[in-house]
């Protein structure tokens, strides 16, 4: 049975039938059909009653062959997404932070956001509607306009500003990687799993993580989702689902890495695995629907995981 090169074969018999009748045809599977094991552990047998035109039962037993592939790539995600911000890097706090308070300082708004009301804000995706949620709850500073088309302008601008000043951090690289991200990114790239992030943060600032701090050479092979590429931003599922579509992958062979519950409600409403490395400020959050949850990802000899441990996801996923 080893020899079997399909991941696997559903044998369907019925001891009403004289003939045996085979499916091969993976494709012809229900997904519920599909099973998948790193080692041949065995068959499952499923005992169903058939009832035949006469009015008969008869009894009848799925057998599903766990077999081992035909190479260990069949067993790797597809693709490996990752979140920027507390993922990639630990941002928030002395990154976006300060950018915010620069900026309103700067326009002279009379607004700073200390550590802890910026914790509660960071519930909220995306720097824009974090910004207008808080006005709209606390007041409209006096230099803000009052139309709502002019007050999108004004909160559009201000989030111009605190990108530049974010990305002079990043240039500067203050701001270092988190352990074990860039060692993470190297194990996908090297067995051809494809690596995106997906990020509510704006575009430019994503770019500058990935151009600054992975540098040039894994920048080119790591695709960018963010900002405003999608209407709806997390905890809606809507940038995962797009990320899977480009690159052309299911989203049931996708593992994400996330940082927050937000985060962790888009992954996982997008049909995806997610492992959770807490981040700063998302330490007690509730992470109960993660498939693993790690302070970080580490390097060795501090590791905590690596592919092998997203393989080990997809390979439980798919086994009855």
Known sequence: MASISLSLATISYSKALVSHQRISSIASLKPHERTLSSSLLGATLRPRLLT???GRSSSNTVITCLASPSSSSSLLPSALLFDCDGVLVDTEKDGHRISFNDTFKER???VTW???LYGELLKIGGGKERMTAYFN???WPEKAPKSEEERKEFIASLHKRKTELFMALI??????????????IDQALEEGVKVAVCSTSNEKAVSAIVSFLLGPERAEKIQ?????VVPRKKPDPAIYILAANTLGVDPLSCVVIEDSAIGLAAAKAAGMKCIVTKSGYT????FLNADAVFDFIGDPPEERFGLAFARSLLEKQYVS
């Open 108 to 110: 002279e708004l009379g």
């Open 137 to 139: 709850k606390t007041g």
């Open 52 to 54: 035949t035109s006469r």
């Open 114 to 116: 200390d550590v802890d």
């Open 171 to 184: 240039e500067k690289k203050l701001l270092p990687l988190r352990p074990g991200v860039a060692k993470l």
């Open 224 to 228: 960018i989702f963010a900002g405003d």
């Open 283 to 286: 330490a007690n959050e509730d």
